[in-house]
């Protein structure tokens, strides 16, 4: 099934039965206003739906997931030493000084962890053009800038040295 998260209420992510059909009960009254449910599976691209709540049933139409590409490689420390559990997240490509930059620029695409040695593998990353970023508490965050994603395709390689935070700092 597909693991879907609600981000309205108090619910706990659900599971998509075998034919993919879930349902979430809410309060209206308490809960009214706009909400988001993502749907997320390994391989494929996450899906967000932006709804209105409304008393009774709100049919959110057929939620699409599509295979996604996927993005290897390691984070590594100015020795050139792995780094293990970094976070890493694609995310949209966009010149980070611009004043035009739109919050919705920052939002994370798809989001993995490094493994003991560094190495990470990121799947379900959307076709399109990504910066992917790693970040560890007390190193300074990096990224890999412009990198090209094709759907059901493999990028590979690609090393992002963090530094430490300055003592000083």
Do not use: C
């Amino acid at each position: 099934g597909v693991k879907l998260e609600a981000t309205v209420g108090n619910f706990d992510d659900q599971t998509s039965d075998a034919e993919g059909r879930f349902e979430f009960t809410f309060d209206h009254l308490r809960y009214a206003g706009n909400g988001n449910l993502t749907a997320v599976a390994d391989g494929l691209v996450r899906e967000k739906k932006n709804f209105e709540m409304t008393a009774g049933t709100i049919d959110l139409g057929d939620i699409v997931l599509v295979p996604g590409g996927t993005v290897t490689g390691r984070v590594q420390d100015e020795a050139g030493l792995g780094i293990a559990d970094a976070a890493v997240f694609a995310m949209p490509h966009t010149d980070r000084r611009s004043p035009f930059a739109k919050k919705s620029d920052y939002q994370s695409l798809a989001f993995t962890r490094t493994d003991a040695k560094g190495a990470f593998v990121m799947t379900g990353v959307p076709a399109g053009f990504f910066d992917v970023w790693a970040q560890k508490q007390a190193k300074l965050s990096n990224w890999a800038d412009g990198l090209t994603v094709e759907a059901r395709g493999e990028t590979t390689d690609v090393e992002i040295t963090l530094s430490d935070i300055p003592e000083n700092a």
